[in-house]
């Protein structure tokens, strides 16, 4: 994928729900991972895991205890999605028993068909899992961590045992998955539902690029989106750069780590920082991370 086309995904992703987007999903990663992001085209590298680095284990050993064991959300019997272009997001079912992940699987056929306004991502997910830090306690012990303190720590991730994700351009795109059946796409999406007529993906230059895999039945399979954290500059400061601010508290809280913001400005349509209000392709209407589901 080139860089500025993962610099772009990933921006619309992040700000339409508030996770950041795994590019490989093929590429495990734990809660507790810490790594860095690069700047150019938002990709995470890994680094190491706090769950298994003996370093940190010896300054954090509660992390040895079962009580602090990243959280198991329940698997979701339906389908997650956002496609970026439209205010919008759908779980689907189609009896008898269709998921994703029998369509990419090639048990199931369909088509879709999309009509984007204008460059959109989408990401869909089946049999979706949300795996996370417990909910108190670790991120303060975390922040008094300096070989931590520059990196961003995953504390939440979704894996799921099929997905399908791509980056589109303005114009029409039809996804076809070998098939003959109909799924009752919601209109709001811009989709219409039909019987597909071939196999594979189809598009009037439309799609920039698409991903897809399916691994019965291991439902952790696929990462596909992260909660990335980072240490405030304030609590930078205050922990590490030697210097006491006087009526600053100085033991750290849960609010001494702050969701990673996007490395870049506003994108033009080919994905670089551009100030032209009318070249910007993200979408200031798009619902934030409150709007989307959990788990189910």
Request: aromatic content about 8%.
């Amino acid at each position: 994928m080139p860089p500025s086309e993962a610099r772009t995904f990933t921006d619309l992703i992040y700000r339409a729900t508030g996770w950041w987007p795994h590019l490989d999903p093929t590429q495990a990663i734990g809660v507790g991972t810490y790594g860095i992001v690069n700047k150019d085209t938002g990709r995470f590298h890994p680094i190491g895991n706090l769950y298994h680095d003996p370093d940190v284990i010896d300054k954090i050993p509660e992390l040895a205890l079962p009580e602090s064991e990243p959280t198991q959300g329940q698997i979701s019997e339906k389908e997650w999605a956002v496609w970026t272009d439209k205010e919008s997001k759908w779980n689907f079912n189609v009896d008898p028993g269709v998921s994703l992940t029998s369509i990419l699987d090639g048990d199931v056929k369909l088509q879709f068909d999309l009509a984007p306004r204008k460059r959109s991502a989408f990401l869909i997910m089946d049999r979706f899992q949300t795996i996370s830090l417990p909910p108190r306690g670790l991120l303060p012990k975390i922040a008094k961590v300096k070989e931590l303190k520059d990196m961003c720590i995953v504390t939440d991730v979704r894996v799921c045992s099929a997905y399908v994700l791509g980056l589109t351009s303005r114009g029409t795109m039809s996804v076809n998955t070998n098939a003959n059946v109909s799924l009752p796409v919601p209109a709001a999406l811009g989709m219409t539902a039909s019987s597909s007529i071939g196999g594979g993906w189809s598009s009037n230059a439309s799609v920039t690029f698409h991903e897809e895999g399916s691994k019965l039945p291991d439902p952790k399979h696929y990462t596909t989106l992260l909660t990335l954290k980072v240490l405030t500059n304030s609590w930078k400061t205050r922990l590490f750069g030697g210097l006491r601010e006087a009526g600053k508290p100085q033991s750290p809280t849960e609010e001494a780590f702050e969701n990673i913001a996007l490395p870049w400005g506003e994108l033009d349509y080919e994905g670089n920082a551009s100030s032209r209000e009318e070249e910007v392709y993200d979408n200031p209407d798009s619902p934030g991370s409150e709007d989307f589901p959990d788990d189910i």
